[in-house]
């Protein structure tokens, strides 16, 4: 499968919460990090998703805010996934920063370059990426 989304994240089914519109999916990434996903309940029916099922993830770069001070902050955000800063590549206007999770997945943020200055980021720098669960996007193989 070849997909212009930055974030790909192959993973199993954990839970399922299907409601009256929307379903609530987590998917284990493995090594400890989860996923929650937030997709139609039509969606959910139609990809055949249960506990167990073997999942993609797609998640865009311009998608993942980057979090570095949680000092007193709670978000809405269902994924808030914490690691250290593996990598800047700094843009004209945009950078991508990369952070590396405990698990061994990585999550690449397309953030803008102000941010990634006032934000200190830098390799071995911690932070979070924070991702809204619906902007999660689900796939299955055939």
Same mark, same amino acid.
């Given at each position: 499968?070849?997909?212009?989304? %930055? ?9 399922? !919460? ?8 987590? $998917? *284990?990434?493995?090594?400890?990090? %989860?996923? @929650?996903? =937030?997709?139609?309940? *039509?969606?959910?029916?139609? /990809? ?6 073997? &999942? @993609? ?6 998608? &993942? ?8 902050? %709670?978000?809405?955000? %269902?994924?808030?996934? !914490?690691?250290? =800063?593996?990598? $800047? #590549?700094? +843009?004209?206007?945009?950078?991508? @920063? $990369? ?10 943020? $397309?953030? #803008? !370059?102000?941010?990634?200055? *006032? /934000? ?9 990426? &924070? ?6 996007? /689900? +796939?299955? #193989?055939?």
């Amino acid at each position: 499968m070849k997909v212009s989304a %930055r974030n790909v994240f192959s993973g199993t089914v954990s839970a399922y !919460r299907p409601g009256n519109v929307n379903a609530e999916v987590e $998917v *284990d990434l493995g090594g400890g990090e %989860r996923l @929650v996903a =937030v997709i139609t309940l *039509d969606s959910a029916e139609s /990809l055949g998703i249960a506990p167990g099922k073997s &999942v @993609v993830a797609l998640v865009k770069a311009p998608w &993942v805010m980057v979090l570095t001070d949680e000092t007193g902050v %709670r978000l809405s955000a %269902r994924n808030c996934l !914490r690691g250290t =800063v593996d990598s $800047v #590549t700094p +843009g004209s206007v945009n950078g991508e @920063v $990369v952070i590396a999770l405990p698990g061994g997945a990585k999550v690449a943020a $397309v953030i #803008t !370059r102000e941010a990634i200055a *006032d /934000l200190g980021l830098k390799p071995g720098a911690p932070a979070t990426a &924070v991702i809204k669960a619906s902007h999660v996007v /689900l +796939g299955v #193989t055939t």
